[in-house]
């Protein structure tokens, strides 16, 4: 028995005209092929969840979509459509919908990876350089301990200091809290060391 949302109805009823047939088409093809997914919403728009999200689908003022979660993975080189949310485009009438053999092949694949726990590969974390200010710099080098403690924090706590020094608005606040941070470090703290043992 499929799992339905009075949400996801509601969703429905209130999408354009021209979305209705197309999302009530996509609801009872997922439950065809999952019939124990589970109907939520998320991000505001209907999700399907079989062992993870699955999949979803959302109406426009113009235009439907209909959105695989872990779709890199589905697809994998085969070429989908980046001209809108989801990978079949820009979806105005049921005729622009691939074939239901198609979309239910996808659905399993789907299936399949969320059954075996497959996870999306993560994108690598963009690294920001830091730009220590020269007036933070300058006033290290007077105090080799605050220094030494500065070189060996990891970056979140040197951009941490450098934010606040940075983020000051008029001169005499930055000097104030320039000096402060070079108190703090040669004392080994970090900029945000009152919340540590909260």
């Known amino acids: 028995m499929a799992s339905t949302d009075k949400r996801v109805d509601a969703y429905i009823d209130n999408s354009p005209e021209f979305a209705k047939p197309i999302l009530k088409h996509l609801r009872a093809l997922i439950h065809a092929t999952c019939p124990d997914a589970e109907e939520t919403i998320k991000w505001r728009m209907p999700a399907f969840v079989y062992h993870g999200i699955l999949c979803g689908m959302a109406a426009f ?15 994998g080189d085969e070429s989908v459509s980046d001209e809108a949310m989801g990978q079949f485009g820009r979806i105005t009438a049921l005729s622009q919908l ?7 092949r996808y659905i399993r694949k789907g299936m399949t990876l969320n059954e075996g726990g497959v996870k999306l590969p993560r994108a690598p974390a963009r690294k920001r350089a830091l730009t220590v200010p ?59 060391w009152k919340y540590m043992n909260c």
């Open 61 to 75: 003022k113009h235009h439907c979509a209909f959105a695989l979660f872990k779709h890199k993975l589905v697809f």
């Open 98 to 104: 691939p074939s239901d053999k198609i979309i239910t």
């Open 134 to 192: 020269s007036d933070l710099s300058a006033a290290l080098k007077k105090n080799k301990r605050a220094l030494a403690v500065f070189e060996k924090f990891a970056p979140s706590h040197k951009r941490e200091y450098i934010e606040w020094i940075t983020q000051a608005k008029r001169d005499e606040t930055r000097t104030k809290r320039l000096a402060q941070a070079v108190e703090w470090m040669a004392e080994g703290k970090p900029r945000n």
